[in-house]
DNA sequence: CGCATAAACTAGCGGCGTAAGTTTTTGCGC
DNA sequence: GCGCAAAAACTTACGCCGCTAGTTTATGCG
């Protein structure tokens, strides 16, 4: 086959298809000539629409980022704004944690990403918060955020009572995986209302900075 | 070449010299060829000692975590154990970044790391906490540990004002990267901070599940 | 109408993890 | 002291991988 009347390929139908692979068989999976055939078409055709196979993944986690609500800052007080949008951006992780190691790395060049970090930074920097305190709550969000999407800990621990005989407080340790959901939701939760509460503290015998 | 006379390579040797290429030229970098020829040897001679690439970047894993003070919780009360363990951890993550990918999926089965969860959850309980909380405190300063070493915050700015242009609170974005030991380094200790400020209020007014 | 461009193809390079089988040395049981 | 299994290196090779190069053909613009 040449040139096709109707172009097979286009870089939404790529971009689904690495997502859809991402997301069903992890990061491993996704391999040019694996995506290829799953768009009906041989490997190298892709570099038609993408140069190298990062930009491919790097689409996947832009799509991903956009899903996250930043309107949440729009009229509402800072911790409200930055609870709703914690929660958004917890959610749309745990609906997509294959991708999440490549988020990790921080917002790079992706304009979602990059919109994401403004709509954060400026409402705590509207709200009155110094520019390095909003700097760092920023960071901090982020890493409860995608530290608890990354390491599911209840996952991490095996399903097998043995591996704990000689740890007398974890003898229940193997129960976790089964509670994987509630254990990280708890967590999550947990560490959103005690930052938040926090900084609010913080913030209101104005320490700002 | 057959057997030598002295066995070229040790478990140990393997591990150290796959920790030192990791360190310092990242985990891809990291392949059953390159280790080998850094040991003076061919690729596959590693199976004689180890039987898959995971189980030694899962020893090189095990030896990092080994670093870390398990000690500190022997006899100080709970909130000065937990800050001087999360200290300690992150220290030996920051002086191994380029592991912490391996380390954020869990304890799995590795020795130090049960040994670790041990210690913690175990000084949780005896502080007082419910088990779910217990587990909830610990995931939670997993999250932000692992977190903070995943994604240096700043790091993950790119070094080029022109792309901060359309985002008017990030104008200076592009000097994060020059003071990301700072960034991260503050967010970290903040976090720290408000988290066991936090958890110690609920303890004190005796909510401990 | 002619031609550059786009979008598919095929062939192939070097690298990957690892399986299989070979050779030689070591060290233990008789 | 000897025989032989196990250990620890080797070579070869398979089927993946990301990606490059060059080819073919349809499209759409001047």
Redo the contacts with the bound molecule.
Sequence with gaps: ??????????RERIVEAAATLIDAEGLD????????TEL?????????????????VDAVAEAVVAQVDIDVFADCDWREGLRLWAKSYHAVLTAHPNIVPVLATGPGRRPHGLAMAEAVYGALIDAGWSRSRATHIGALMRYLITGSALGSFALGFDNDPELYDRYPHLHRAHELPAHRAAVDEGAFELGLDVLIAGLSDHYDQGVRR
């Design positions: 086959m040449a040139r096709p009347r109707q172009a097979l390929l286009t999976a996704l391999s040019m000539r694996r995506l290829a009906g078409v041989q490997g190298p055709s892709l570099y038609n629409h993408f140069a190298t196979k990062a930009e491919i």
